[in-house]
């Protein structure tokens, strides 16, 4: 049965997204206004929007579900995260602002490899702009069925309904999308960013209170009747089993998928005055280690209330549903609704980064290089094919959503790999190793690709493709680990024993060195 009040409070909420989305609508003149917002973002905004693009339902959903059902030490992944987010705010957020503008003013991380190694062929722009679309489709189609089902979950509507939530999803998400572009996008994600925040503090505080206090909560942890898994509260156990170093180290290299993160890494490009980068940095810092500490409390002290309250048996198989139940269990139906709202934010964050860089991708890159046929297309137009590609990949990844493929939301982790593996060891080298070229930097991009690939599907239990009916040996290990460093050893080795990059290369990178000069002394 539908809750109309939370309805209410869901609508209420989506109206003001799509009023930013309008409010941007004639504020995007240029395509690089509508891709990049001109380059004109503050710190916070720029800080709360890249955490909140980068965390999906997983972050209020996944993650604390995972935590209930296995304990403490599902939280390496949380950990690995927060070290992965701060070195690349650190490491790469300034210097990436700093060559992407010197670099011909590259709008997008395709644009800004082909500049940067001035490849006249563009096969940089080429392979890193399909390797986007692709796995943007993917990942789109995953968040909207995230919407869907969460959108299901908290108005009480009946599996029959599924479909309807995702296309009701999608259609809010694409509109301030197509609407504001970019600025829209990252200011309702810094809204959303503060609301998954609140959310995620207050309700293991609600809890802990309607328990009785933390002594409670740990009293019946340690109940013999509890029934939870040996060590539940011990990180270095996970469902009762020690957790081995292999599994630690997958789940800590989660972290070097930031370095290669479209949709993330364009809002370190995005800041008006690179050295406002170091306030969005301790921003971005705080919010994700209170936001992935929060989570887990979540799942924790949820656990304690699941027994508490004798819920446990209608969680079993619906344990990421722990915040959903906790929220409309202890809080009015307004308050509830407005955390249900956060649950909303956390997916559509993601999902409305992900199209416009899937579509700057095709209107910024691909378009640039095969579709012109000789006729240049104005900024207007192009921004109107951005806005037409949103459209355009938000139908394709509506109907894999709607497809109710199984493998969807599993791709996220794979398409993570192949992202942080493909571009991140790029990255760091473009930024930090003048002597590499076009050739190394192409090497580096399709053997990290490709590692990923041949790992998940030979070489790790219950692969992607074929669900692991092709798996050689089961290593354990993630592949964005062998995936980065193959990459990385392929664009130092292929860069050697190729030719020097030209004078124009050199003469940039100096240029772009020079500028982070002058900018520390200011």
């Known amino acids: 049965m539908i809750n109309y009040t939370i309805l209410a409070v869901v609508i209420a909420y989506f109206v003001i997204v799509i009023a930013v989305g309008y409010y941007f609508y004639h504020k995007s003149t240029t395509l690089s206004d509508y891709i990049l917002g001109g380059r004109s973002l503050n710190p916070y905004v720029t800080a709360l929007s890249a955490q909140a693009s980068d965390m999906s339902s997983w972050l209020l959903m996944g993650l604390p579900g995972a935590v209930y059902a296995l304990g403490l030490g599902e939280a390496w992944i949380g950990i690995g995260l927060a070290i992965g987010s701060y070195g690349a705010w650190l490491i790469i957020a300034k210097r990436l602002r700093v060559y992407t503008e010197v670099s011909q003013n590259s709008l997008t991380l395709s644009s800004f490899f082909t500049n940067r190694y001035k490849d006249e062929k563009g096969l940089l722009r080429d392979v890193s702009a399909i390797i986007i679309l692709v796995f943007f489709v993917v990942y789109v189609a995953s968040g ?25 999803a999608a259609a809010v998400i694409v509109a301030y999308t197509f609407l504001g572009g970019f600025k829209a996008v990252c200011w309702t994600d810094m809204l959303q960013g ?10 293991p505080i609600a809890t802990v209170v309607t328990l009785g206090g933390w002594g409670e909560v ?22 009762g089993e020690k957790i081995t170093l292999i599994a630690i180290v997958s789940l800590l290299a989660w972290g070097l998928g930031y370095f290669g993160m479209p949709h993330i890494v364009v809002r370190y490009t995005a800041i008006k005055n690179p050295n406002d980068l170091k306030i969005s940095r301790r921003v971005a810092t705080i919010w994700i280690v209170v936001s992935l500490a929060c989570a887990c409390l979540v799942g924790l002290i949820g656990r304690a209330w699941a027994i508490h309250s004798g819920s446990v048996a209608s969680l079993i198989g619906n344990e990421e549903t722990i915040f959903i139940a906790m929220a409309g269990a202890l809080f009015t139906t307004v308050i509830a609704g407005i955390i249900y709202a956060a649950i909303l934010a956390a997916v559509m964050s993601t999902a409305d980064s992900q199209l416009l860089v899937a579509s700057s991708a095709v209107a910024n890159d691909l378009y640039k290089r095969f579709g012109k046929n000789g006729k240049e297309m104005s ?4 921004m109107w094919l951005s806005r037409l590609v949103v459209a355009i990949v938000a139908i394709v990844a509506a109907i894999m959503a709607l497809s109710g493929n199984a493998t969807i939301m599993k791709l996220v982790s794979y398409a993570w790999a192949g ?21 190394g930097a192409l090497a580096g991009m399709i053997v990290g690709f490709i590692t990923v690939i041949v790992w998940n599907t030979c070489l790790i239990g219950g692969g992607i493709i074929g669900g692991g009916s092709y798996c050689i040996y089961d290593t354990g290990l993630y592949e964005l680990v062998p995936g980065f460093v193959f990459s990385l050893l392929a664009i130092i080795l292929v860069s050697k024993f190729t030719e020097e990059p030209s004078q124009e290369i050199l003469d940039e990178y100096q240029e772009y060195e020079a500028e982070m000069k002058r900018l520390e002394t200011e």
């Open 144 to 168: 909207f069925v995230g919407a869907g089902k969460v959108f299901t979950i908290i108005l009480g509507l009946s599996e029959n309904d599924k479909n309807i939530a995702i296309i009701v």
């Open 379 to 382: 900024d207007s137009q192009l």
């Open 218 to 239: 740990t009293a019946i942890w340690n109940s013999p009747l509890s029934g939870l898994p040996a060590h539940f509260t011990d990180i270095m156990y996970d469902g």
């Open 419 to 439: 992202f942080g593996a493909a571009f991140g060891p790029l990255v760091l080298i473009s930024l930090f190793w003048k002597r590499a070229n076009a050739k």
């Open 194 to 203: 503060m609301l998954m925040v609140i959310a995620l503090v207050v309700v």
